[in-house]
C-alpha cells in the first residue's frame, strides 16, 4: 500500500483529488466506485472544481458502494441524495451513467452485482469505519463476500447518528453493500481518512494481520491501494 500522510482534510482532499485526476485526464469514460460519508466530501469538492475548470464527467460512470435499506432514493438521508448533492448535481455527468445499490432482497444484490461484472471499476474510492469497516462489510465479513444485505454494527449506527438528529434509533438496522470481494476487483483503490477516531482503525489495516476482525486489512493483498491520510488519522502507525 502506497501511505501519503497530509498536514490536514484540505490536503488530504486535494492529494487524493490527484489521483483520481491521473486516471480521469487519460480516460474519459472511466468507471470510478465512490463512497458516501464525511471523508471524500472535499474529494468531491475537488472534483467538482475540476468541472469549473472545462473538464468533462458526461462519459464517466460510476457505481457506489453502499446504500441503506428502509429508506427512499428520495429521502435526504439516502445515499442516493448524498451522492446527488455532495457531486452529482455539480458536474455534468449523465445520471443514467450513475448507479448507487438499492434493495433489501438477494435478487436486489445478485442485480447489482451482475452490473457491476458488466464494467470494471478503474477506482474505487473508500472511506474506513471506526471498526476498520470498508463500505457497510462489518468486522468478521469473509473476505469473498459479495454484494450482500447487511446488518449494521451498534458502532457503525452510532457513528452514523450525526447524520439522524444525533438520534441512534432513527439510524437504519441494514445496508445494501458491495462486499470485500467486490471490492477488490476494482483495478485501482484510494483510500482516504481523516481525525483521530480513525487512527486505530488505520493502523490495523496497514499494520495489522490480514484478519476479518478488520475488514479493510483484506485490502493488504489488493495490489493497488492507495492511501491519503491527515495526521491524525496517520498518528498510530508506528513507520
Ligand atoms: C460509505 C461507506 C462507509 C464509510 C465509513 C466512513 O459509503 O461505505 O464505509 O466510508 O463509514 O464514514 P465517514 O467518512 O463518514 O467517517
Redesign the pocket.
Known sequence: MKVIVCENYDEMSAKAFEVIKELLDVKKDAVLGL??????VGLYKEMIQYHKDGYSYKDIKSY???EYVGIDRKDPQS?YTFMYENLFKDIDIDLNNTHVPYGNTEADCKAYEDALSEVSIDLQV????QNG????NEPGTPFETLTHIVDLTEN?RE??ARFFDNDINKVPTQAI?MGIGTIMKSKKVLLVANGEN?ADAIKAMIEGPIDTACAASALQNHADVVVVLDKAAASKLTK
Request: hydrophobic letters at 30%.
Open positions: 463512497a458516501t460519508g464525511s471523508s471524500p457506489n458502494l453502499d445515499y473508500l472511506g474506513i469505519g469497516h470498508i463500505g457497510f457503525t457513528a452514523n453493500s480513525k
